[in-house]
């Protein structure tokens, strides 16, 4: 039986659905019209087609990203700020695997993903702010987002594709990656500092 009051907003929270249940590459139109109820070109009342589905979801996503920084950073910052926020980037993937992954495309480039772009920007700002607060220098703060960015990613996908066979706790695991990585961070400002 089709759904009632089929639009816009209620074709983006099924695709939302379809990827919570069979993950990012699993959003389709046809499986957002068999939840539904609905031939797959109803849908297209509503979305033009499924790269346009597909933006407004990662839309969504990116923005319970930046919402999530946000909240878990609170008044925190320096190595706080760092620590809580990795820590959240990494309960969204546990969490919300699809939609995390639904948050790692390119975008550059895209017309349509203005609207993910700025948001993307004010999830990366929040990690800038934090190894600003580090006293990171200016000219290698971007090396330093794109550190944190990418070890925390990097444990979050091993974890999520089930890369962490051992035995011992993969939360002390992560606690360990990220006090290096920020202890490096803190050091290398340090170091800079005594040379100048």
């Known amino acids: 039986m089709p759904r009632a009051g089929l639009d816009r907003a209620a074709v ?8 919570d249940t069979d993950g990012w590459p699993g959003l389709t139109l046809a499986a957002v019209a068999a939840r539904a109820g609905v031939a797959v070109p109803s849908l297209y009342k509503h979305v033009a087609g499924l ?11 990116v923005d319970e990203v930046a919402a999530l920084l946000t909240d878990a950073r609170g008044e925190r910052t320096g190595a706080e700020a760092v ?19 639904a948050t790692q495309g390119a975008w550059a480039g895209v017309p349509e993903a203005d609207e993910i772009r700025r948001a993307g920007a004010a999830a990366v700002g929040l990690i800038a702010e934090a190894v600003a607060h580090l006293d990171v220098p200016e000219a290698h703060r971007i090396d330093a987002v794109r550190a944190v960015r990418a070890a925390v990613h990097g444990f979050v996908m091993l974890e999520m594709d089930g890369g962490f066979g051992m035995p011992e706790d993969v ?21 800079r500092s005594q040379r100048s």
């Open 83 to 101: 620590r809580v926020m990795a820590g959240a980037l990494r309960a969204y993937g546990r969490a919300r695997p699809g939609r995390y992954l």
């Open 12 to 19: 983006v929270r099924l695709g939302l659905e379809v990827v």
């Open 51 to 61: 790269p346009a589905l597909r933006l407004a979801v990662v839309a969504t996503c």
């Open 171 to 191: 939360d002390a695991s992560f606690d360990y990656l990220v006090d290096r990585l920020v202890a490096g961070l803190e050091a290398a400002s340090r170091s």
